[in-house]
């Protein structure tokens, strides 16, 4: 298709989704339009350069230039689309619900501006939402600032991606698959019709009422994290199992194709953005309306165990007072994000546990320091951090590490303990200097 016979889109809300799928759609022959709140990403956008680490975003985004654009002004993106994806945050709130404020507020910006919009327009959700929101209060905010019915001359559709930060481009252009949660088929073709022409290869599209669509989200991430949490238990087992090593048994376990070998690293557990309120999510939705969430709630508890393992861990070795140097602070490598880190947490426990903590991030130092306070010091080097302490935890595992020199780990006639909790370091390189101790492998 050329790009004047294709649908026009606008994205709303250029964060570290709506900023790659608004370049993404721009590169395979969109004519795009991002707006949001904030002028800085608005006026990023229009240079084009986003304050947003993400691989190729900057890249695409400059060699597109000609097809994408960003305002502020909601009439204008409305007037310049037929098609709008929202993609503003949709935070945790006490119950562990996700808020639907900011979509609700994008649902009456939207609304006013499709009042003086003639023709045919679908509003798209792909902010994560709490399922059976989309088909009740969010249709019902949109309906009432439009002024028009859902159905043949304005569509809304719920459509999650499965991107991972750090893959968000690759993600959106190779997709397992593609969900479409339509408010009917007029809707949902338009829609299939973008992500038809978007994607490199052709995924299966599945068509879907709202709630199943909002259901199928959430569920693929509460079940990828059970399967994280059940290798975490696992090598919970295996550190107390003499000759045990957990990377011997998921890999065995992951080679059953009914099990697969995706997501089963017993290691720290798992953070970020998305991943740890999904279950907290879908535990709080079931005691709502009256079901059980077992193995939501298990997976949940298994992972916040985690920081108590280490913290048990470093216990063991040293005393109060110890320097401890703690590598990696990220929720993942290659993020400057911290969110749900499990790194930053323990940082914060080993701090107020009464260790002496700096902390090390090739990204996302200042933005862990601005979580822990004065609780840490941040390192000057990776080389000054691992000289200056008395034991040295890896948490977060940065390929960077693997090159730390033997040298620094040298110690008068001690040799140096380093917990490595993603089994990052070369255990062989430190064998004069250091024992490295990995989890989930039997002492
Ligand atoms: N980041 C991820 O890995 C990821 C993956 C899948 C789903 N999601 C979901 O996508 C949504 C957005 O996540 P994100 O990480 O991109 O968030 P983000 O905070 O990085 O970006 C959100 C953007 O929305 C803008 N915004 C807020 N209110 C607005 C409004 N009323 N109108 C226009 N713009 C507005 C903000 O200024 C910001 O630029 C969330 O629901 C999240 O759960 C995120
Ligand atoms: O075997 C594994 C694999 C991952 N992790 C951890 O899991 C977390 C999440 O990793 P990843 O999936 O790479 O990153 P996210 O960017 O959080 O992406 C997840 O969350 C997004 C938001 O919902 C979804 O869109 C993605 O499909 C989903 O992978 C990180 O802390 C990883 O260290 C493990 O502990 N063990």
């Known amino acids: 298709m050329t790009s004047a016979s294709l649908p026009r889109v606008s994205v709303v809300g250029l964060g570290k ?35 947003i680490v993400e691989p190729q975003l900057n890249e695409l985004i400059a060699a597109n230039k000609e097809r994408l654009s960003a305002t502020m002004d909601a009439n204008e993106a409305v007037q310049k689309s037929d098609a709008s994806f929202v993609i503003v945050p949709t935070p945790s709130d006490s119950t562990g619900f996700f808020s639907n404020r900011f979509v609700l507020q994008a649902m009456e910006t939207l609304g006013k501006a499709l009042r003086t919009k003639k023709g045919y327009h679908v509003v798209v959700i792909t902010s994560t939402v709490m399922p059976g929101t989309t088909g009740t209060e969010i249709k019902a905010a949109l309906e009432a600032a439009s002024g028009r019915k859902v159905g043949p001359e304005l ?11 750090g893959s968000v481009v690759r993600d959106m252009l190779y997709p397992d698959s593609i969900l479409i949660g339509e408010s009917d088929a007029k809707a949902g073709d338009m829609l299939q019709t973008i992500y038809l022409q978007m994607c490199e290869k052709k995924p299966p599209v599945q068509r879907m009422n709202f709630v199943n669509a909002e259901l199928t989200k959430i569920s693929v991430n509460t079940y990828v994290t059970t399967k994280i949490s059940y290798a975490n238990m696992l090598a919970d087992l ?12 998921t890999k065995a376990l992951g080679a059953d194709t009914r099990i697969g070998a995706k997501y089963l690293k017993g290691a720290m557990g798992y953070g ?46 040293a005393k109060a007072g110890t320097r401890i140097a703690l590598l990696g602070l990220s929720y993942k490598p290659q993020t400057p994000v911290v969110e749900e880190s499990h790194s930053v947490k323990i940082a914060a ?18 933005a862990a320091l601005t979580v822990l306070g004065e609780k840490v010091v941040g390192a000057s080097s990776l080389d000054s951090a691992v000289r200056d302490c008395d034991l040295l935890i890896v948490g977060t595992g940065w390929p960077e590490y693997k090159a730390i020199d033997p040298a620094w780990c040298k110690r008068n006639g001690q040799r140096l303990t380093i917990l490595d909790l993603w089994r990052t370091l070369p255990a062989d390189k430190f064998a004069d200097v250091a024992d490295v101790l990995y989890l989930g492998s039997g002492r």
């Open 17 to 51: 989704l709506g900023a790659p799928l608004a370049a993404v759609l721009a590169s395979r022959g969109f004519t795009v339009i991002g707006l949001d709140v904030n002028k800085t990403f608005v006026d990023a956008m229009n240079a084009g350069k986003m304050p």
């Open 155 to 165: 569509g809304l559709c719920y459509n999650p991606e499965f991107i991972a930060l």
């Open 238 to 249: 295996c550190d107390r199992l003499p000759g045990a090593d957990v990377d011997v048994v």
């Open 272 to 317: 970020g953005p998305c991943f740890p309120r999904d279950n907290v999510a879908f535990a709080a939705l079931a005691r709502k309306i009256g079901a059980r969430a077992d193995v939501a709630e298990a997976t949940d508890r298994i992972n916040n165990h985690q920081i108590e393992r280490v913290s048990g861990l470093v216990a063991k070795f």
């Open 349 to 366: 426990k080993l701090a107020d546990a009464g260790y002496i903590v700096t902390v090390h991030d090739p990204l996302a130092q200042d």
